[in-house]
């Protein structure tokens, strides 16, 4: 940011004879309709598997309440035991990894759970099958939640998407660097328009990772759900 402000304020003026505003105009409009689709599609992969990944917590939390009514002893600690471990993975993982590297990494939560439940249904009382069924309604939307998040994950912009963004960016930031004046407010506009546009670059390339600032995806729900875990341990 500096050293386009720098650029922009002290480097000598070019004089050429171009119509540097309709070329600012055609680029602009351009650059605001692509970065605008980037940044709606991008926008709205992060906020559906905001909803996917508080939905799968909201589930988890479920089924292990489900669980602690069995009263089946040995079975709780292992599914404890897995959960901890997944919730594990995601803290260690999560800000080093992408959203698709996470959902493999984790996966195996899942098949663990499916081998407890094969094993569980085998020593349950019949008078506890209607909560082991409706562990598996549980288990069925997790399965369904996963696989959203698994497809959801996979939209991204191509090479091509981002070519595009690039070579418009730098263009219409090299025009604006041509267009200066000598009038210092004026160039400090064009300056700060310049830095917007690199600032606008940035936050497409934070939605392609699914971050936005300080937002950790699902952070608050897997902390209730660790905590709630945690109280297990002190019984």
Not at 183 to 209: H, T, W
């Amino acid at each position: 940011m500096v050293v386009i402000f720098g650029s922009f304020l002290f480097a000598p003026q070019i004089s050429m004879d171009m119509n540097f505003e309709f070329i600012i105009s055609s680029l602009s409009i351009t650059y605001a309709i692509i970065a605008g689709f980037a940044i709606q599609r991008l926008n709205d992969k992060f906020n559906t598997i905001m909803d996917l990944v508080s939905e799968e917590d909201g589930l988890i939390k479920s089924f292990w309440q489900k669980i602690k009514l069995l009263q089946e002893s040995a079975i709780r600690k292992e599914i404890k035991e897995i959960l901890q471990s997944h919730y594990s993975i995601i803290d260690s993982d999560f800000q080093h990894d992408t959203m698709t590297g996470m959902l493999n990494k984790t996966k195996k939560t899942f098949y663990k759970i499916e081998q407890v439940l094969e094993k569980l249904v085998k020593i349950l009382p019949e008078s506890k099958i209607y909560i082991y069924e409706q562990i598996l309604d549980i288990k069925t939307e997790l399965n369904k939640n996963r696989m959203y998040q698994i497809n959801r994950s996979l939209v991204s912009l191509s090479k091509t998407d981002w070519l595009l963004l690039y070579m418009l960016s730098l263009q219409l930031v090299g025009v604006l660097f041509l267009y200066r004046t000598g009038n210092v407010v004026f160039d400090f506009v064009l300056a700060f328009v310049s830095v917007s546009i690199m600032l606008i670059q940035y936050i497409v390339s934070e939605l392609e990772e699914l971050k936005t600032g300080n937002i950790i995806i699902g952070e608050k729900s897997a902390e209730e759900i660790k905590e709630i875990l945690s109280w297990d341990d002190s019984k």
